[in-house]
């Protein structure tokens, strides 16, 4: 039983969202593999933090599911990282 990561990373979409579409967004990428959790502050549509495993998905990957949106999102910086048991 080792330990594993979860990072939270930072993510800067372009488009200005509508709540009804950075909730797509985040639920898009809570079904993407490796991602735990995907959220947004109020009135800050365009930035995202999403938590994923680092055993599961490199971070360029998490930009996926929101190219497959139309949408332009790029990296920001990893906020937090912390290890984990399994």
């Known amino acids: 039983m080792g330990q594993h990561y979860l ?3 930072v993510i800067h979409v372009t488009e200005t969202l509508d709540e009804s ?3 797509a967004a985040e639920c898009d990428l809570c079904g993407f593999d490796g ?4 959220k947004h502050n109020p009135g800050r549509n365009h930035i995202l933090v999403v938590t994923y495993d680092t055993e599961e998905t490199r971070m360029i990957n998490l930009l996926t599911p929101l190219k497959a949106r139309g949408l332009h999102a790029q990296l920001v910086g990893i906020m937090h990282t912390r290890a984990v048991g399994r």
């Open 35 to 38: 991602v735990v959790e995907a």
């Open 21 to 23: 579409s950075v909730r």
């Open 7 to 9: 990072t939270e990373m």
